[in-house]
T-cell receptor, first 113, second 112 residues
Framework: DQQVKQNSPSLSVQEGRISILNCDYT??????FLWYKKYPAEGPTFLIS?????DKNEDGRFTVFLNKSAKHLSLHIVPSQPGDSAVYFC????????????FGKGTLLTVNP | DTGVSQNPRHKITKRGQNVTFRCDPI?????LYWYRQTLGQGPEFLTY????????KSRLLSDRFSAERPKGSFSTLEIQRTEQGDSAMYLC??????????FGPGTRLLVL
C-alpha cells in the first residue's frame, strides 16, 4: 500500500516555463511534507517543506502548495532552468513516527534549453 | 564539509559475502536513519537511531541486516550472506531538531 504517490513518472518543460510536480497521500496522520531533488548516484538534496498547518510555502523559485482536504501537494518551479533537471521526490511524515519519512516513487523532470 | 558522509560510495560483492557500510552524520545531529532505494522506487525506511539507541526497525530489515551506532556518533550497517536482491543504494540521513532530514551521498551495492 503506497501512502505517498507521485503519479507522473516524468515531466518535460521548456526553460523559463513553470514546472508543476504533483504528489498525493493517503495517510491522514501525515503532518509534514518535504520535497527532495536527486541526481543519479547522489543522495537526495532537501528543497523545501511545508507543515500541515500551512497551505503554501515559498523559497525563491520554489513554491509548495498543500491541499489537506484533497490530500494533495504540488511543487512549482518558476522559472525552470536546465540545472533543475533531476528526479524529484515527495516525502511525508507523521508526528510520533520518529520523524521517519515515507517517499513517493519520484518524478523525473527534464528542462529543455 | 559538515554534511553527512558515507563510505564506501560503491561496493561490488559476491553473493554470500558480508558487507559493512559506514555513515558519519552531521556532528550535532542526534537522530540517524538508514534507507534503501532500489531502481524506480523512492527511498524506503530501514532503521532509526536516537543517539546510540536503535529505536525502530522496518520489517524490510531482515535478520541478515544489523545496524549499530556506538557512542551515538557514526553508524554502521552490516549485511550478512548478501543476496542479489540486496543490490540497492543505501542512504543515511541525520536530523537534529526541526523537521528536515539531510541525506548523505549513499553507498551503491551490487551483489553478483
Amino acid at each position: 500500500d503506497q501512502q505517498v504517490k507521485q503519479n507522473s513518472p516524468s515531466l518535460s518543460v521548456q526553460e523559463g516555463r513553470i514546472s508543476i510536480l504533483n504528489c498525493d497521500y493517503t495517510n491522514s496522520m501525515f503532518d509534514y511534507f518535504l520535497w527532495y531533488k536527486k541526481y543519479p548516484a547522489e543522495g537526495p538534496t532537501f528543497l523545501i517543506s511545508i507543515s500541515s498547518i500551512k497551505d503554501k510555502n515559498e523559497d525563491g523559485r520554489f513554491t509548495v502548495f498543500l491541499n489537506k482536504s484533497a490530500k494533495h501537494l504540488s511543487l512549482h518551479i518558476v522559472p525552470s532552468q536546465p540545472g533543475d533537471s533531476a528526479v524529484y521526490f515527495c516525502a511525508a511524515r507523521s508526528s510520533g513516527s520518529n520523524y521517519k519519512l515515507t517517499f513517493g516513487k519520484g518524478t523525473l523532470l527534464t528542462v529543455n534549453p | 564539509d559538515t554534511g553527512v558522509s558515507q563510505n564506501p560510495r560503491h561496493k561490488i560483492t559476491k553473493r554470500g559475502q558480508n558487507v559493512t557500510f559506514r555513515c558519519d552524520p552531521i556532528s550535532e545531529h542526534n537522530r540517524l536513519y538508514w534507507y534503501r532505494q532500489t531502481l524506480g522506487q523512492g527511498p524506503e525506511f530501514l532503521t532509526y537511531f536516537q543517539n546510540e539507541a536503535q529505536l525502530e526497525k522496518s520489517r524490510l530489515l531482515s535478520d541478515r541486516f544489523s545496524a549499530e551506532r556506538p557512542k551515538g556518533s557514526f553508524s554502521t550497517l552490516e549485511i550478512q550472506r548478501t543476496e542479489q536482491g540486496d543490490s540497492a543504494m543505501y542512504l543515511c540521513a541525520s536530523l537534529m531538531t526541526g523537521e528536515t532530514q539531510y541525506f548523505g551521498p549513499g553507498t551503491r551495492l551490487l551483489v553478483l
